[in-house]
């Protein structure tokens, strides 16, 4: 071969002389042959690739630009260089003897590929991306190729005078012209018309090296830098990487792949048929033998469930081991090209230590040559750098992988969902399928990131092994038995700390239940005083949890020390055992630093395995529950013509449909007709298949036999109406276009106009999820319009009446449906049960148990005297009683309406009216819209609302912190853990890193014993010395970490400690104001979410950020300890670092948050589709909903994608950074070879190697603990927020105090919120001691604000009140509220037992309360628990009736008996015995109290001493009612109203 090569050169091929000397260079018939042919072998191979645009026909080719033209410029240059060569060739040739034949080819060769080259330059102007990767790759192999023979030609330039001018001159224009178009290739060529595609996504256009260190993204970090990202500023999703593009190529492979499954399922159905044979009981047996089946298949999930429905049936067998399959078929390129980039990392991990090796021996060996240590550090360079570029695009590969599967999947359970047969449906509740589109599609994406490691993980550690064993030979074992006997350890350790968790989840859920419970009923707590005593059981919780915790980060401190541990005791029992086992073992700097390296590259594969492999287990059951549901069968609506038959708009033939395939038939052999334009109404009684009729209709249901023929669109209106979340007027619309007069014709025909005056933005109000903020009447209008809006032919509606009152069924009749109605020219169908409206309808249909027993006209089917004429004189009576009843009610409240000062009260009516409860506002409304002047007076106390609902919105937004977070938040988390604690455990891993960089300037010195005693024989006592101190050393480092850490949970728990009781004791001090703008959940976000985030993620993030940065400080201190110069070259990279860092971390932040916010709606919108299946499908809008899924895909997408790419762009940046670092420790170490030891060399590399890492690791850290650092603001906003009044003051009232109970209010002002107006505009009035005092007066005249007033709920705005000469002012709160009584308006009871509802100080004794209990009328029914006084209180009093809690709360201010008495009647539905019982108990044991009663119904206080009249926070008038009733005053007026015309009338 090297002979045939010699003499096509001309000249010597090889020699391996020529580099062993110090100016080694490579034979020139090498260089043109080898060097020349390699780069352009490679480039042949590929380069007809990229020809394949040109042969696509109908592709547009873009326009022409300046770096297109100087491409073209650059090539053709290139070209002509190779022609001047070949010409040159020829006249040499004539001029003397015959030339080598390499002469003549090389040049060609060369002519042809830059003829290839100008030819892929003109075709990528077909292509989106203009430039060619395999160009790239050319220009960078032929560069670094052609640098060989660019220096030897220099060399001898310089040594000798140049033998051939032109050749040397052509060579280095041919260099320069290469270099120039390398570089230019390092731009992205735009085309203009491609512009804009670049500006929604510039991936597309990006050239090959942006692609490949992801430059093209680094526009977005710096907008992401100077402001917070919107999701209108990330980028378009590539097309092929859109949801509808994944989804349907996995759509195909899917239908293929089932079909087979579904064949597989059918065998083995068979085979069970055979087996089971033909005896008679087969059914039992199949019954058992499939339970068995069951238990082999050892499904413990399956089967659990099995056990929750409760329903023996073993669940259906399915077609299964499709669905991976299919993702594989589906994904294939993406896995095949990471599988490519893995194994080229894979193998260049092993290159790295193999080149550590050669590098040491290089500085060990005196006689080594210059150029070999250079070569080493420029390989040791590139390979870094290749490394790194592959395991990004692995990486970037894996991701984008793990979220397509996400995304088809998600889509494919979407599109599942609604094409699903009614009898797959039941099998899932819709929680189950939004878990599998949320839960099991999760877990496929978190596995695809790592599925490559099934493979990779051993293989790595099957090549370490065998390098390792090439290295220290079977003393290796020792190595690996040690890292295997610490995985049971860990798992043992996993085991307990898990138990610890789920007996804190316990706690945990116990403390938020108590936290919800105060925060509900904080205004109870307030009144009573009891806010101390609940304290005490929030704290006694959180200090269980507080010792759990500690428990938990102890277990946690001996795992990190066990795992810090690991690495230098495998390399101790290493060494160790290798140089006991042979005296002639000596352990050199090579051998220990090259196993040090393999023992790290070990690590990682070892600690992955385990992690895969119970992801893998998960996976697999999500894989079985998924092929479950997507294996499902599909809705059948073949028995659905839609054939044209003149003269009926729908029939029924024969049909005869179940709701399961195997079931019951429900409607029965139907045969009907529909005439086009009728209006059909369906009775029947409950149960007899009215809705089922519709059902079968809409092709909702299993057909048995027989046929529906239906002409026209469908409209269908469900029995409860399902409400999209979107405004009202796209709910109405529903996806068709706008019609603005039709669309006002339908709001009023379906009675919504009240409706859109009452909601805060009329039809732009968006209405909450299931319909939320809308009452039932209201949902099902809405359903109604939306049904007469999409302007159908036939409208199926199923009893759409049955929600709303008598009067608007009578007015939707009357302009909707009916004979005079909007839909009179469309084909109704109408499900009812109002009878008043039969007489009406067209045609009636009378079903009895799923079969037509009649139909025909109301006046026939009278006559006839069937099903029909019964059911009539059934429901007949009944209804004329609920008709007359609702109209006299109706008649009543008009009457009251006349009565009361409607403009004075309009605004506030308003308000009150929205907020209370929805069903009696509804009649009222519409009693009063029925009556036309009401409706005037209404609608100009309705003119200023909208302004005053504005001033309603109570709640504010909450704060999002946007932007850096303060440095003050760390400083005051670390106070709160201890200045001294952080001290130390700052100091425990500063040891830690002492220690860690003495053992290995200890072993590096340790391996120069090898130097030193070269053929010696080897010390016993140094020997022994070398190991003990390594290993004192490692356990030190261990011990200082297990001390750091130990010390670090302990401040950590004080810290969660001293928060938390910041907080609560904060929460439970702050007026009753704050409660009413923050909502509750976000007060108990605070107690869950941050409070977690302080006790268990701030800790962890802080111990690895420091563990990091001290490991990077080491590293880099060792690597200037071996070489000073080092530290220079450090300060530009880390300029460098801290740059790129503080650009990453506000992107990353906020591209986090984007993708939490971005992923919620996937889930809603699925939940609500999966609850309005049967609507959606019976307008026809899959299609929209589809798309509408893809959207809401893709926008969540591409908010992940985002932030995947921008993890990689920063991964590759930092371990540039990283190959940098290592490039000058090598570079370096070559400089300084003579100064230096072989050990401190390999010392100073293997750290550098390690640091990449680790510069990774301080940036994730850095950017989470900056995240959940916030926690930390957010617990200290609430810790700040302003306090009420102190509890105790300096100054208390004297023991006894009110011994009278006298009550002065003198000139009394107050408002809610300072920015409001007055509520009590100065109040002046004694009660005398002992005196029975009623409060009435219209709602919000400000009854309710006198008893917030005597509390000091609200403080004064003016003025005071004097209880016994004592101002209420000047003393605390506590002294104040625990010598009141109040008995509340809706009784709050707490978890716990009975007694302590009554007394939770515990400071009466049993026998008080259980006197108090009998004078409540309670003893008896207490005496029958159990438990007595210590029976359990449910959540909020659930397992007590309301009577009793209300007299629960009697038997609170029996057992308090203090001298002041409020009695806030209660409005709630207390049956009148109770009511009754409570009032003698006040008369009778209350006698010698002051009472003041705040009444609702006038009959409780006719029997005061004085009644107290308020109008708009005034008082009119005051005085006995008898001498009220005598003035015409407003009580005389209510009286009136009330049906009151004397007192005795009253008297109980």
Excluded at 446 to 455: E, I, Y
Excluded at 1282 to 1311: C, L, M
């Amino acid at each position: 071969m090297s002979a045939a090569l010699e003499e096509f050169c001309g000249s010597v091929f090889w020699n391996a002389s020529y580099l062993a000397r110090p100016d080694a260079d490579l034979p020139v018939c090498f260089q043109q042959t080898v060097l020349v042919w390699v780069p352009l072998g490679f480039f042949w191979v590929l380069a007809p690739w990229q020809l394949l645009p040109m042969c696509k026909s109908g592709a547009k080719k873009s326009s022409v630009t300046k770096l297109y033209i100087i491409k073209q410029v650059l090539a053709t240059l290139l070209m002509l260089t190779a022609v001047a060569e070949l010409a040159l060739a020829f006249v040499e040739d004539t001029e003397q003897d015959p030339l080598p034949a390499v002469r003549y080819t090389n040049p060609s060769l060369y002519i042809a590929t830059w003829l290839l080259v100008l030819l892929i330059h003109d075709r990528r102007r077909f292509c989106l991306c203009r430039d060619s990767g395999i160009l790239f790759c050319f220009w960078t192999l032929s560069l670094l190729c052609g640098i060989l023979p660019f220096q030897s030609l220099l060399r001898r330039a310089l040594q000798a005078p140049i033998s051939n001018v032109p050749r040397f001159v052509l060579f280095f224009i041919s260099y320069g012209l290469q270099l120039l178009l390398f570089l230019v290739s390092g731009f992205s060529d735009i085309a203009p018309e491609t512009k804009e595609i670049g500006k929604k996504n510039p991936e597309v256009t990006a050239s090959f090296l942006s692609s490949i260190t992801f430059e093209w993204y680094t526009s977005m970090v710096f907008k992401g830098y100077r402001k917070p990202l919107e999701i209108e500023d990330i980028w378009e999703l590539k097309a092929k990487d859109k949801t509808q593009a994944i989804y349907a190529v996995l759509e195909k492979n899917m239908k293929t792949a089932v079909r087979k499954a579904q064949a597989e399922l059918e065998k083995r159905k068979r085979k069970k048929r055979c087996r089971e044979g033909d005896s008679d009981h087969g059914n039992n047996m199949s019954k058992a033998q499939s339970q068995d089946i069951l238990v082999l298949e050892k499904e413990p999930k399956k089967k659990k469930k099995k056990g929750e429905n409760g329903d023996s049936i073993p669940r259906k067998d399915f077609p299964r081991g499709w669905l991976v399959k299919t993702l594989c078929k589906t994904f294939w390129q993406n896995l095949l090209l990471s599988v490519a980039f893995k194994l080229v990392h894979d193998g260049l991990v092993f290159v790295s230590p193999q080149l550590l090796k050669l590098l040491i021996a290089f500085v060990s060996d005196e006689e080594s040559f210059a150029w070999q240590g250079y070569l080493y550090t420029v390989l040791l360079f590139l390979t870094a750098l290749i490394q790194s570029l592959c395991l990004q695009q692995y990486f970037s590969l894996c991701f984008q992988l793990g979220i397509n599967v996400r995304a088809s999947l998600i889509a494919a359970i979407y599109k599942k969902a609604l094409t699903m047969s009614s009898a797959t449906r039941k099998e899932s509740t819709v929680g189950e399928t939004v878990n599998l589109m949320s839960a099991d599609a999760q877990r496929f994406m978190d596995m695809a990131n790592f599925v490559h490691q099934l493979w990779s993980s051993p293989l790595q550690m099957i090549l370490s092994i065998v390098f390792l064993w090439r290295e220290l030979g079977p003393s290796v074992l020792a190595g690996i038995a040690v890292m295997v006997l610490l995985i049971p350890i860990n798992g043992f350790l996993v085991a307990k700390a898990k138990a610890i968790q789920v007996r804190n989840m316990k706690n945990k859920d116990e403390r938020m239940k108590i936290m919800s419970e105060i925060l509900n009923g904080i205004k109870i707590l307030k009144l009573f005083a009891w806010e101390p005593s609940f304290e005490k059981r929030v704290n006694e919780i959180r200090a269980r949890e507080l010792k759990d915790l500690v428990n938990f980060s102890y277990l946690q401190s001996i795992s990190i020390f066990l795992f810090t541990c690991a690495p230098f005791l495998v390399s101790l029992v290493g060494f160790a055992v290798y140089i006991l086992v042979n005296e002639n073992n000596i352990l050199d700097a090579q051998k220990a630093f090259t196993a040090i390296s393999l023992f790290n590259v070990l690590r990682f594969p070892m600690a992955m395995l385990p992690l895969v492999l119970s992801s893998l287990v998960q996976t697999n059951v999500s894989n079985e529950r998924l092929e479950r549901y997507l294996g499902g069968e599909d809705l059948d609506t073949s028995a659905i013509h839609h054939n044209p038959i003149a003269g009926s708009a729908v029939r029924f033939s024969e049909a005869t449909f179940a709701w399961e395939r195997d079931g019951n038939a429900v409607i029965r052999d139907v045969t009907l007709d529909i005439a086009p334009g009728s209006l059909v109404a369906v009775v029947g009684a409950v149960g007899s298949g009215k809705s089922s009729l519709l059902s079968a209709m809409l092709g909702e249901m299993e057909n048995i036999k027989g046929h529906v023929n239906i002409q026209g669109s469908l409209a269908y209106v469900p029995q409860q109406a399902w409400i999209q979340n979107a405004t009202l007027k796209d709910n109405i619309l529903f996806g068709s276009e706008l019609d603005e007069a039709r669309y006002q014709q339908v709001i009023k025909a379906c009675a919504l106009l009240p409706d859109l005056e009452l909601l805060p933005a009329g039809d732009q109000t968006e209405i909450g999820e299931k319909g939320i903020n809308l009452s039932g009447g209201q949902k099902q209008r809405v359903s109604l319009a939306r049904a007469v809006y999409s302007n159908a032919d036939i409208y199926v509606l199923d009893d759409p009446l049955s929600a709303v009152d008598a009067h608007v069924s009578k007015y939707l009749f009357e302009h909707v449906l009916g004979p005079k109605g909007l839909l009179q020219k469309k084909t109704r169908i109408l499900v009812t049960h109002s009878i008043s409206f039969l007489p009406q309808v067209d045609n009636i249909v009378v079903l009895v148990a799923g079969a037509v027993s009649e139909h025909g006209s109301y006046s026939t089917l009278l006559a006839n005297r069937g099903a029909f004429a019964q059911f009539l004189n059934l429901y007949g009576s009944q209804e004329e009683d609920a008709s007359e009843k609702s109209s006299t009610a109706g008649d009543e409240e008009q009457g009251d309406e006349d009565v009361e000062p409607c403009v004075e009260e309009g605004p506030d009516d308003v308000v009150t009216m929205t907020l209370k409860r929805e069903a009696s506002i509804h009649r009222r409304r519409f009693s009063r819209s029925l009556s036309k002047s009401s409706t005037n007076s209404l609608k100009k106390a309705q003119e200023e609302p909208p302004k005053k609902l504005k001033g309603q919105q109570l709640i504010e937004k909450e704060a999002v912190e946007t932007g850096k977070v303060k440095f003050s938040m760390y400083l005051r988390y670390l106070r709160a853990v201890g200045l001294w604690y952080s001290f130390w455990v700052a100091m425990g891993y500063i040891g830690q890193y002492i220690t860690f960089v003495g053992t290995n300037l200890w072993l590096s010195a340790w391996t120069d014993d090898a130097q030193r005693y070269l053929n010696q024989t080897y010390p016993m006592e140094q020997r022994d010395l070398r190991i003990g101190v390594f290993g004192a050393l490692g356990l030190s480092q261990a011990l200082f970490l297990l001390f750091a850490t130990m010390l670090s949970a302990q401040g950590a728990m004080r810290a969660s400690r001293v928060m938390h009781q910041q907080l609560l004791s904060n929460i439970l001090r702050v007026p009753m104001s704050f409660f009413d703008t923050t909502p509750a959940g976000r007060i108990v976000n605070r107690f869950a979410k941050d409070i977690f985030t302080i006790d268990e993620t701030i800790p962890m993030s802080f111990r690895s950020w420091l563990s990091c940065f001290m490991g990077i400080i080491s590293t880099i201190l060792m690597i200037s300890l071996a070489t000073p110069f080092f530290a220079l070259i450090v300060i530009p990279l880390s300029i460098f670092y801290c740059f790129v860092l503080r650009f990453y971390v506000s992107t990353s932040r906020q591209l986090r948050r984007l993708d939490s916010v971005t992923r919620s709606p996937i889930y809603s919108h699925f939940g609500e589709t999966v609850s309005g299946l049967s609507v959606i499908r019976a307008y026809g809008h899959q299609e929209r909903f589809l798309q509408q899924n893809e959207s809401t895909m893709d926008i969540n997408q591409k908010s992940v994608y985002s932030w995947i790419v921008s993890n990689r762009w920063l991964a590759i940046r930092l371990e540039f950074v990283g190959s940098l670092v290592v490039f000058s420790s090598a570079l370096l170490a070559v400089i300084s070879k003579g100064t230096l030891e072989g050990g401190i060399v390999g010392l100073s590399v293997s750290s550098a190697l390690n640091i990449t890492q680790t510069l990774n690791w301080l940036v994730r850290t850095s950017s989470e603990l900056e995240t959940n650092i916030v926690a930390v603001e957010r617990v200290h906003e609430y810790t700040k927020v302003k306090n009420e009044a102190p509890w105790v003051t300096e100054k208390r009232p004297p023991h006894g105090w009110p011994s009278k109970g006298e009550i002065q209010f003198i000139d009394y002002k107050v408002r809610y919120r300072p920015e409001l107006e007055l509520v009590l505009q100065g109040i002046t009035c004694n009660i005398g001691s002992t005196e029975k005092v009623g409060v009435v007066g219209r709602t919000g005249a400000g009854k309710s604000s006198l008893t917030n007033c005597l509390f000091r709920v609200l403080e004064a705005a003016g003025g005071t009140i004097m209880i016994d000469e004592v101002d209420i002012a000047t003393i605390g709160l506590h002294d104040l509220r625990q010598n009141l009584t109040i008995i509340p308006q809706d009784p709050v009871l707490f978890t716990g037992t009975l007694r302590m509802n009554l007394d939770p100080f515990d400071q009466y004794t049993d026998s008080e309360v259980w006197k108090a209990l009998e004078l409540a009328h309670l003893k008896t029914y207490v005496q029958d628990f159990p438990e007595g006084l210590l029976h359990l209180v449910s959540e909020g009093g659930e397992n007590l009736s309301v009577g009793q809690r209300q007299l629960l709360c009697l038997a609170r201010a029996l057992l308090r008996k203090a001298k002041i008495l409020i009695l806030d009647e209660a409005t709630a539905a207390v049956d009148l015995e109770t009511d009754h019982l409570i009032q003698t108990t006040i008369r009778s044991e209350f006698a010698a109290c002051t009472v003041l009663t705040i009444a609702h119904r006038l009959h409780t206080i006719m029997d005061s001493n004085r009644v107290m009249v308020l109008q708009a926070g005034r008082i009119v008038e005051y005085d006995s009612p008898e001498e009220l009733l005598k003035k015409q005053g407003v009580f005389s007026t209510m009286a009136k109203d009330a049906g009151i015309t004397n007192i005795e009338t009253t008297k109980l």
